[in-house]
């Protein structure tokens, strides 16, 4: 594996450890929210930073030679 | 001097997908799916649509008191609501993209006009769309909104009153105004896709949705927006207090900013033009065969004789310019000799690119003024030299 | 070749397709359609990468060309919507078939360039004609003795799926 593979395999490990992050973010949210409706604002940001962050795993992915055309 | 525009802005547009292709991977590069881009975002807003149509009474007295109900007491409506506002918008960014890189990279020649002019019409219907959905939300905006386009129209020398009227149902503000705006919100809605499969139909293949990296992209964008920058409504209009700020979505109620600085007459006047050129645009360059060059080598012709009915060239025709017709007589050669189909070439939808010819193992396919022989003259003198 | 030190051309001698709608011709390529900076280059305009057959490019090398490429508009931007990722398709198995006929495939080539890249698409045709000039042997095998060697490497795998290669003469099966 040359050094521009594991460079973009770092950023997804990165990349998928924020996202396990905002998913528990997400959990907590939606539990709380009956008490806390603004934390639905939240979640919903949160979701929005899992989705990016999920566009971002499959770029580097392709960029960093891991998947085809 | 048109032309001379036209070429710095289609070496702007070339350069910046330059630039694109650095960062990403040429399927990956978002200006090549502009229209793939605009259809995401239209499925996103029917979808989030039909969830607040649920909620949606149109009448005076509830009309707001629904909206404010769906965005704070529904679970998530706040966020729904959010993303059919920012996805509204991203929609218009897109179609705009579109627009100007299919202007710019001259996609319209040919038979491709009616892309074009269906192009036109989805943009006038996604602009007009946006407009009654701001009505909607019956705030002061909506208020001013509704009173701003009813003055404008009514400025119109003759019949002006008259398309008051059609728009709104009674010359003042009646109980009728709000179902009516409603049904203008999901009519033309529904027409969106009549226009999208006028604009479909004579393209093969359609790129109708981006890669999943820009969906992923554009829907956790758009999440976020909605969250950081919650949508929200002016207070309620009411009869007593007149309106007097119009907050301003850029993309949708550009025209009614443009309202303060000019008459009404004007404003529909300066749209009406802006309207015609657009639609007239493809047909503002009407170039001779010999400006054209190789870019007009005649409509493809299918050689009956060779043609064997395998039809490689309708499926790789990507205008659907070629169909195949039951064969009325065996060909030639001897391939073709048993052949079933025969393919036939529709003039009016050809814009003459030879891909066809290209697609054809059998030579059973010919642009007129590029013969596979000049072809081959030109190959043998390049040998030779 | 044999036209190995001939005047005008040079070696290798290359034929290239360019797509009117790609690369500019403008100033790299002179009136006969040579390249200014590679004068054994020679470009014929095509009205997209899409309306080249690629019994062009076995035709061109059968006639004294050491190497053809086709060059096309960016992937995924042709003009004509599809030309280009059509004829990449077309290319990838014009190149099979040239390894079962004992030409080296790495004699043709796709390149992709948009209008004002022609500094880049200078940089690509001198790579290619590098690379052709670095491959041994002639072009196209010199005797077509059917069935007296066994098939070779390439020949097996392709052969497989070969189901489009139909109007291939058999003897150049090798088998």
Not at chain 1, 50 to 63: C, P, W
Not at chain 2, 235 to 250: G, H, K, M, N
Not at chain 3, 47 to 63: Q, Y
Request: aromatic share 12%; charged share 15%; with cysteine.
């Amino acid at each position: 594996m040359d050094a521009r593979a594991a460079a973009y395999g770092a950023w997804i490990a990165a990349l998928s450890v924020l996202s396990l992050v905002c998913v528990l973010g997400i959990v907590w949210a939606e539990m709380t929210s009956v008490q806390h409706p603004e934390h639905r604002l939240v979640g919903g940001a949160l979701i929005g930073i899992v989705l990016l962050a999920y566009s971002f795993i499959l770029l580097f992915l392709r960029k960093g030679g891991f998947t085809g055309v | 001097m048109y032309k001379r525009v036209l070429a710095r802005l289609l070496r702007w547009t070339l350069r910046l997908d330059v630039v694109i292709n650095r960062v990403y991977p040429e399927d990956f590069n978002p200006l090549y799916y502009t229209g793939g881009l605009s259809n995401l975002f239209l499925t996103v807003l029917i979808l989030s649509g039909i969830f607040l149509l649920f909620y949606y009474i149109p009448s005076f007295n509830e009309a707001y008191t629904s909206v404010e109900f769906v965005t704070a007491q529904v679970p998530y409506g706040q966020i729904i609501r959010g993303i059919h506002r920012y996805s509204s918008d991203a929609f218009m960014i897109a179609i705009l993209l579109h627009l100007f890189r299919n202007w710019f990279t001259e996609r319209f020649r040919f038979s491709r006009d009616e892309p074009w002019i269906s192009g036109m019409m989805l943009l006038l219907f996604a602009g007009f769309l946006g407009v009654t959905g701001y009505v909607l939300v019956w705030d002061q905006r909506a208020e001013l909104l509704v009173a701003m386009t009813g003055n404008a129209l009514a400025s119109v020398p003759g019949i002006g009153g008259w398309l008051r009227t059609m728009l709104y149902g009674a010359p003042g503000t009646t109980n009728l105004l709000l179902p009516r705006m409603l049904y203008l919100h999901v009519g033309p809605a529904v027409v969106l896709y009549i226009f999208l499969w006028w604009h479909y139909v004579r393209i093969r293949h359609p790129k109708v949705w981006p890669p999943a990296v820009w969906t992923l992209f554009s829907l956790g964008l758009i999440l976020i927006f909605c969250s950081l920058l919650p949508a929200v409504s002016q207070s309620q209009a009411s009869p007593v207090a007149t309106p007097t700020r119009l907050a301003v979505d850029w993309f949708f109620l550009l025209p009614y900013v443009v309202l303060t600085y000019l008459s009404p007459l004007w404003l529909i006047l300066l749209g009406v033009v802006i309207v015609a050129y657009g639609l007239y645009i493809p047909y503002q360059l009407p170039e001779t065969e010999t400006a054209m060059g190789l870019r007009d080598s005649g409509v493809a012709e299918v050689v009956d004789a060779n043609c064997t009915g395998c039809e490689l060239c309708y499926y790789d025709c990507p205008y659907n310019a070629i169909v195949m017709v039951p064969s009325p007589h065996p060909g030639v050669t001897k391939a073709a000799q048993a052949r079933k189909l025969l393919a036939i070439v529709l003039e009016s939808r050809c814009v003459e690119c030879g891909i066809c010819i290209g697609a054809c193992p059998f030579e059973a396919l010919e642009l007129p003024r590029l013969l596979e022989t000049d072809i081959q003259e030109r190959v043998l003198a390049a040998c030779r030299s | 070749m044999p036209e190995l030190g001939s005047a005008g051309g040079g070696r290798p001698k290359i034929v290239g397709f360019l797509c009117d709608w790609a690369v500019s011709a403008e100033g790299i390529a002179r009136e006969d359609g040579t390249m200014r900076d590679l004068p054994h280059v020679t470009l014929i305009k095509v009205p997209c990468s899409g309306f080249i057959r690629p019994s062009w490019l076995e035709f061109a090398l059968r006639n004294g060309a050491d190497g053809t490429f086709v060059c096309g508009c960016p992937l995924g931007d042709c003009f004509n919507r599809l030309g280009n990722n059509l004829i990449q398709d077309r290319v990838i198995q014009m190149r099979r078939r040239f390894e079962r006929q004992k030409i080296h495939p790495d004699r043709v080539a796709t390149i992709y360039y948009g209008l004002h890249q022609q500094a880049e698409f200078v940089a690509a045709v001198r790579a290619f004609s590098d690379r052709v000039a670095a491959l041994p042997g002639p072009v196209v095998p010199p005797a077509r003795t059917p069935a007296s060697r066994p098939a070779a490497g390439a020949g097996g795998a392709a052969g497989r799926e070969a189901a489009g290669a139909a109007e291939v003469p058999a003897e150049q099966e090798g088998g």
